[in-house]
């Protein structure tokens, strides 16, 4: 007991006297080196095995680093001296590291006024999936990626349209769409229960639809004169097509198939039960029924034929068509805005057609 205590003093006696020359700031940082060695000696229970954190080191690391070497030896670590100092050489290279990283090229964050475009599209018009949406933002020239739209509906909560996939026939009417026009009859019901014929027709190149009429009675005087008024109008376009594609239904006398053989246009017939082998006229007729007949009251002929001049005009005029990478029959793209402050400040008007059943923006005068 007695040697004991007397090594013990002359150890605390010797190790006041190692104080003496330190200056407080070192006095201050070894002693709060050792109370945070014991705060990590606590954290390790029932013989763990002791392991320091970044953190750890680098708390350390800050109040060791400029103590001489003889003082650190002296102090009762839990690590070598050199441990210590090899954390702080760690250090320092990480932080030079990260001064001379070159900054990270990515995609730029999208400004807020675009993000609550996408959802005022989206809210305006519940039928329109992000792909409908992407084009319509290219109409006004705004120059964002798709991905990028299904990403903001996605955080709202809105689930963006399927993707359609493409079939063998669809690549090969792309491959050959400057020559070949599609014409198709499809019918509606007036709200007196008439039943009424419309005949349109399309093209591939361009998507322009062309509506020759609607009738209760698709005689053969009536598919006459329109297909008459279709080759003037061909002529007076310059459009270049050398294929009619129609099915073989009995509505088409043999005088539609003789005027089109006179402007050297040549009539393929589809299959019987193949709407694929007329698919982007089938895809038409597809979104015509959903974007205007399936949503307005039919009252007569003369209605019908006001309504469809109108869809017209906006299918040509305004409407994105992803089949030709998003442009418009009659318009191209605009030049994409690039100017920052154009982008934050915008200023869309609406256009309402029908009512506002068909909507058409533009950037505001």
Same mark, same amino acid.
């Given at each position: 007991?007695?040697?004991?205590l007397?090594?013990? +003093?002359v =150890? &605390?006696?010797l190790a006041?006297? !190692?104080?003496?020359? #330190?200056?407080?700031?070192?006095?201050?940082?070894?002693? %709060?080196?050792? !109370?945070?060695?014991?705060?990590?000696?606590?954290?390790?229970?029932h013989?763990q095995?002791?392991r320091?954190?970044?953190?750890d /080191?680098?708390l350390? @690391?800050?109040?060791?680093?400029?103590?001489?070497?003889?003082?650190?030896?002296?102090i009762? %670590?839990?690590?070598?001296p050199?441990?210590?100092?090899?954390w702080?050489?760690?250090l320092?290279?990480?932080?030079?590291?990260?001064?001379?990283?070159?900054?990270?090229?990515?995609?730029?964050p999208?400004?807020?006024?675009i993000?609550?475009?996408?959802?005022r599209?989206?809210?305006?018009?519940?039928?329109? +999936?992000y792909?409908?949406?992407?084009?319509e933002l290219?109409?006004l020239?705004?120059?964002?990626?798709?991905?990028?739209? $299904?990403?903001?509906?996605?955080?709202?909560?809105?689930?963006?349209?399927?993707?359609r996939?493409?079939?063998?026939?669809?690549t090969?009417? !792309?491959?050959?769409a400057?020559?070949?026009l =599609?014409?198709?009859?499809?019918?509606?019901?007036t709200? @007196?229960?008439?039943r009424m014929y419309?005949?349109?027709v399309i093209?591939?190149a361009t998507? /322009?639809?062309?509506?020759?009429?609607?009738?209760?009675?698709?005689?053969?005087?009536?598919?006459?004169?329109?297909?008459?008024n279709?080759? #003037?109008?061909?002529?007076?376009? +310059?459009?270049?097509a050398?294929?009619?594609?129609?099915?073989?239904?009995?509505?088409?006398?043999a005088?539609?198939?003789t005027? %089109?053989a006179?402007?050297?246009?040549?009539?393929?017939?589809?299959?019987?039960?193949?709407?694929?082998? &007329?698919?982007?006229?089938?895809? $038409?007729i597809? =979104?015509?029924r959903?974007?205007?007949l399936?949503? =307005?009251?039919?009252?007569?002929?003369?209605?019908l034929?006001?309504?469809l001049?109108q869809?017209?005009?906006?299918?040509?005029?305004?409407?994105?068509?992803?089949g030709?990478? &998003?442009a418009?029959?009659?318009?191209? %793209?605009?030049?994409?805005?690039?100017?920052?402050?154009?982008? @934050?400040?915008? &200023?869309l008007r609406r256009r309402?057609?029908? +009512?506002?059943?068909?909507?058409?923006?533009e950037?505001?005068?």
């Open positions: 007991m007695l040697p004991r007397a090594y013990l +003093g =150890t &605390n006696a006041m006297l !190692r104080l003496l020359p #330190m200056s407080d700031r070192a006095k201050d940082a070894e002693i %709060l080196a050792l !109370r945070h060695q014991i705060i990590v000696l606590e954290r390790q229970l013989g095995k002791i320091f954190t970044p953190a /080191r680098a350390l @690391t800050a109040l060791l680093h400029r103590l001489p070497r003889a003082v650190l030896r002296q009762r %670590l839990l690590v070598r050199e441990t210590v100092l090899r702080h050489r760690d320092i290279a990480a932080r030079h590291a990260r001064i001379s990283r070159p900054k990270r090229v990515g995609r730029p999208t400004v807020r006024s993000r609550a475009l996408v959802l599209l989206a809210r305006e018009n519940s039928s329109w +999936g792909r409908r949406i992407h084009g290219l109409v020239g705004i120059k964002v990626a798709a991905s990028t739209v $299904w990403e903001i509906l996605n955080d709202a909560g809105i689930d963006p349209a399927p993707e996939t493409s079939t063998t026939w669809t090969f009417l !792309r491959s050959q400057e020559a070949i =599609t014409a198709d009859f499809f019918e509606t019901e709200l @007196t229960g008439a419309i005949l349109a093209e591939h998507r /322009r639809v062309r509506i020759l009429g609607a009738t209760a009675h698709p005689t053969a005087a009536w598919v006459t004169q329109a297909v008459r279709l080759a #003037m109008d061909l002529q007076d376009t +310059g459009c270049q050398r294929f009619l594609i129609r099915d073989r239904d009995g509505k088409y006398p005088l539609f198939d005027i %089109l006179d402007t050297g246009i040549e009539i393929v017939l589809s299959g019987v039960q193949m709407p694929r082998v &007329n698919a982007v006229m089938e895809r $038409w597809q =979104t015509c959903r974007e205007l399936d949503r =307005t009251l039919i009252w007569n002929q003369p209605h034929l006001h309504a001049r869809y017209e005009l906006h299918y040509n005029a305004h409407r994105p068509h992803r030709i990478n &998003n418009r029959p009659l318009h191209p %793209l605009p030049a994409p805005i690039t100017d920052p402050s154009t982008i @934050t400040h915008l &200023n309402d057609r029908l +009512g506002g059943i068909l909507h058409e923006y950037h505001a005068a």
